[in-house]
């Protein structure tokens, strides 16, 4: 079974703004890799090496004189684990 998402949204009449830059650089990596692939049959980033996309989210308070990047690294580097769904 599979469910659509719909039709495909017309993106020419868009208005995105600086606080959407996410969105717009990665709408140009999709296409610039579909390009790559159709043009030169290059795997995309990831396809090989999963782990990659391997993130997840988290929060964390911490002093104003802590060095965020030393104080989370533990917790950056902490393996996810995979469900078994």
Known sequence: MSESMGPIADRSREHLGP????????RMRLIRAVQAFRDRRETPVGVDDPARYRQHSGSIILPRSADWAEATRDLRMAPVEESKV
């Open 19 to 26: 606080s959407d830059i996410m969105i717009i650089r990665t």
